[in-house]
């Protein structure tokens, strides 16, 4: 049984990673987002700037709120930080991050936090 403060197990079959398979994920993560942001700029979507640190990668939005998404490589997990809070995701079996409390899919998620926090709809 899970409090509030104690997250429950994922509702979902976490895949088994080697490092490298984790830190290749990760990156194909980043690399995504990335690229989307790119073509929103030429495109004229929104104004996005991302600046990338190591696994880290900060989204600031044209009213200056951000989106951080940021590796943990201890925990295997994928991190996001939104206005509408603090998110965790493992990768499931079928090669997809997922939320650990909802199962909620990563590109799903962010391309909501996105939408709200620069008030257009985007899609990752």
Do not use: V
């Given at each position: 049984?899970?409090?509030?403060?104690?997250?429950?197990a994922p509702s979902f079959a976490v895949a088994t990673l080697s490092d490298a398979q984790y830190h290749e994920a990760v990156q194909a993560a980043l690399a995504r987002i990335e690229r989307t942001i790119d073509g929103w700029l030429e495109g004229d979507v929104?104004?996005?700037?991302?600046?990338?640190?190591?696994?880290?990668?900060?989204?600031s939005l044209p009213d200056r709120s951000q989106l951080i998404v940021n590796a943990q490589p201890p925990l295997q997990e994928l991190w996001l930080a939104a206005r509408r809070g603090g998110f965790h995701f493992k990768m499931d079996a079928g090669g997809a991050w997922r939320d650990t409390r909802t199962a909620q899919e990563f590109f799903e998620l962010l391309s909501a936090c996105a939408s709200e926090q620069g008030r257009v709809t985007l899609r990752f």
């Open positions: 049984m899970s409090t509030p403060d104690t997250p429950s929104i104004d996005i700037d991302a600046a990338r640190t190591g696994g880290m990668l900060t989204l």
